[in-house]
């Protein structure tokens, strides 16, 4: 995969053009001059394919974002706003996402192996057939998100939110769950080997021979 890198000067001689990238073409410029924009507008830029790895984008407004196969490895996009923002085949692999905002997003196959995100919002978010082998999601909130036929493998997800979450056909192996709500989700299909699952909520879980687990649910449900 080639990626397109803009150039600043590039930036500067579209004009008018630079300006439908975001509210703030200073910002962007900045960003594609130096890979450093934190706290930055961004909103609605449209930067698709461009190679961004090892940019600081910590604490931007990159709400509703067009960045498929956008380059961001090995970047830090901590307390980043990134809610409906478009990452399909993004490479966001060993990055620091601490608290970001992905709340809708759009990741279908991104690559987000090996990054952490804590306490990151993805609730919502569309994380069918992404690959977050080894990702820290220790308190994630996955609430209603979709990933199915994901690679969780060895990843921890210690007291994440998964309440409702589509985990068919996913990849679980060695995947950390303890102290998971996994209320609802539907596991359907999924590799649970060597999975832990210890004082997860699976109240109404759909397992993956397709039973429901009734286990720890309050009495009469």
């Not at 993004?90 to 952490?116: H, P, T």
Request: glycine share 6%.
């Amino acid at each position: 995969m080639k990626f397109k890198v803009f150039s600043a000067t590039l930036l500067l001689s579209m004009g008018v053009a630079a300006q439908a990238f975001a509210d703030n073409p200073e910002h962007i410029q900045k960003l594609i001059r130096t890979l450093e924009c934190q706290r930055c507008e961004l909103s609605n830029i449209d930067i698709n394919g461009t190679n961004l790895s090892g940019a600081f984008l910590n604490n931007a407004d990159l709400r509703t974002s067009r960045l498929r196969e956008v380059n961001l490895s090995r970047s830090e996009i901590s307390r980043a706003d990134l809610r409906d923002a478009n990452l399909i085949s993004a490479n966001v692999n060993n990055s620091y996402a601490i608290g970001a905002d992905l709340y809708g997003a759009n990741l279908l196959g991104a690559n987000i192996r090996n990054s952490r995100l804590k306490y990151a919002n993805l609730a919502k978010a569309n994380l069918s057939e992404t690959n977050l082998i080894d990702a820290e999601l220790v308190y994630a909130n996955l609430k209603g998100a979709n990933l199915s036929k994901a690679s969780l493998r060895q990843a921890s997800l210690y007291r994440a939110n998964l309440a409702g979450a589509n985990l068919q056909k996913a990849d679980l192996y060695r995947a950390d769950f303890s102290g998971a709500d996994l209320t609802g989700a539907d596991l359907t299909g999924a590799d649970i080997s060597r999975a832990n699952f210890n004082e997860a909520k699976m109240c109404k879980a759909i397992m993956p021979d397709g039973t429901v687990n009734k286990e720890g649910c309050p009495w009469g449900e």
